[in-house]
């Protein structure tokens, strides 16, 4: 298979260092029969055709044509699905755009029933995601929903009720599970070189490129996003329960909105700041879309449909969500956890400890040593195209490390095995599970293909988290009324 394009990647996200890889390592990448001769393809339709929906149109248009079509768009925004119809025209070569019919969300089950669609795949804004899924599963389709499952407890319990009312499919695209290095944590866990997890120390740092995205659009908004606790939480709240095979019981939190905003910046004397990016020049904070063809298709030149504004100042009114959390989760079968996000960092990535009865297990990630920025004044979106950028030589480089030390024993490398695609190379082993699964040449022995449950335990933490900072006391699991044992 080849290498897909990083079309799922926001641009503002660090490039993944293992992508020049096509084959991947031995024990991360499966293997799949032959698809039946004869057998049907599944027809797909894309519900939300944002920037995130491009890999799955690059999958199903391509690695995945065998298996996979597409038969519809639905989105509220006609702009954006007719630049997928130009991109699926294109892959499939078809010498123009694809054609394919265009429906809104209220639309959805008469799509279903016209478009004699299979399944759907769900990658709107997060607190869509539960009427979309539990509507899709009632008109009849299988679902495939980007993360975070739902922003609340009643989002969770209407997808556990669709799920148990309709007995349809759901996978959880938890792609994070899929990098081989936090595949290979899992590994050492499941072991037993470490023991009995007791406690995990987890920090994770998005930048002030990556991380000051999340201030200038939806995701501002707790309604939207449930916060960073859910939006972005949720991978690390999913990568803990399955890296120590539990789920979380009580969880105490506390956050502030200590950096983006226009009161953070009025202390800070930052002065007047431009309503948004596009235009402005010599701001690191500004993110000008008419530097990216694809974020200018997408949302510059779609905005006179919908009013959607994908650059706004990360220092403009309006914005509830935190920049600084601190968590502390406990786990059902005894273990602990230390948790901190930051979204204004000099540098991205993680610093994951695993404490056990018998040693320890560490895994440090840096995925953008330090943010550049061009002589222009602006941030350098892509630091990979300038090998000679500060980025790649500075003493903070690029890279990954896991380490296991046994007690009475001196520490030991844990080699990672490469990947393939985006996002720690996991993005491409990722769609192979979500397209091909049933052809799968035995089952997974790292168990990374998720379900709805997953999702639900994942974004339960977060869930408990906001209730916490709410309430200002540690919330248990069982309290959020989710109706199921997780
Ligand atoms: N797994 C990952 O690493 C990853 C990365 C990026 C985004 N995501 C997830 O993917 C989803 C989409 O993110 P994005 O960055 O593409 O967002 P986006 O805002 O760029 O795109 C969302 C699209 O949904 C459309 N939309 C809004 N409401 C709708 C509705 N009710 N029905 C149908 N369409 C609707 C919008 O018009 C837009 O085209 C989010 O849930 C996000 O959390 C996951």
Redo the contacts with the bound molecule.
Sequence with gaps: MTEPALTDQ?PTAPRPSTSSSTTGGPGVVPSFADVPAGRPRTRFAV???????GMYVTAITGDHADVAELVAW????PG?MDFYDAEAGAALGLGGPAGLPQYG?EDLERMVAEQRVDAVVV????F??AE?VARAQAAGVDVVV???LATTAEGCRTIIESVAATGRDLTM?F?YRYAPRNSSLREVIASGAIGTPTSVHFEWVLDTVHGADYFR??HRRQRNSGSLLI?KAAHHFDLVNWWLDDAPARVFASAGLQFYGDENAAERGLGERPERGTGVTGDPWALDLTRDPRLQALYLDSEHH?G?LRDRDVFTPGIDIHDNMALVVDYRRGARMSYSLNAHSPWEGYNVAVNGTQGRAELTVVERGAVEVAPDGRVVLDASANPEAPGATASRPEGERLLVQRHWEPARDVAIPAGIGG?GGGDAILLMDVFRRDLRLGPDPLGRAAGYLDGVRAVAVGVAANQSLATGRAVGIDELGLGVEL
């Excluded at 519900?47 to 929906?53: D, F, K, L, Q, S």
């Design positions: 926001n519900v939300g055709t944002g920037h995130r929906a639905c989105d509220t925004n954006r969300p990658t709107t804004p997060d869509t995601h979309l980007e993360k975070p695209t792609n659009r939806w939006h919908d959607y996002h």
